[in-house]
């Protein structure tokens, strides 16, 4: 499955998803990303409800992450990052298409807007899967 198929089979997407962690094994091409989803319906008794998972990546080809806009504090002061994501798109991320033309085929990449940076995180990979680290959702305050 890719980060566009997930994001389809997820209730809202990764639309305001909360980003605990990113652990990054570049030796064999993988990474983890620890987040809480929304689960929540806008129109529902409980419009933000998450659900704690994480998202493991394999085949990775790459993870970049820029740098915080100058105006914007880079230390969160020990809250997640809030996120939001989408498939990378060269009118969005300069850098892919010249990148997208040497990925290995099935290879796609995605990113998700950083909040507190203003920026983003580029993540170019084969296949992500979701494990659930929790039964059920918990509402946030």
């Known amino acids: 499955m890719t980060f566009k198929e997930l994001d389809h089979e997820l ?25 809480e989803l929304d689960f929540g319906d806008p129109d529902g008794p409980k419009p933000e409800d998450y659900r704690s998972g994480e998202v493991k990546v394999t085949g990775m080809c790459f993870c970049s992450i820029d740098p915080p806009s100058h105006d914007h504090p880079y230390v969160p002061d020990g809250y997640p990052l809030n996120v939001s994501g989408d498939p990378a798109k060269p009118d969005r991320f300069p850098a892919f298409e010249e990148l997208s033309r040497t990925l290995p085929p099935g290879v796609l990449c995605y990113r998700f807007y950083v909040d507190e940076w203003n920026s983003f995180i580029n993540i170019a990979a084969k296949d992500v899967q979701i494990s659930w680290v929790d039964e059920g959702t918990r509402a946030v305050e």
Do not use: E, K
């Not at 980003?19 to 094994?25: E, W």
């Open 11 to 35: 209730p809202n997407g990764f639309h305001d998803a909360i980003l605990h962690d990113l652990r990054i094994d570049y030796l064999r091409g993988s990474a983890v990303l620890r987040m």
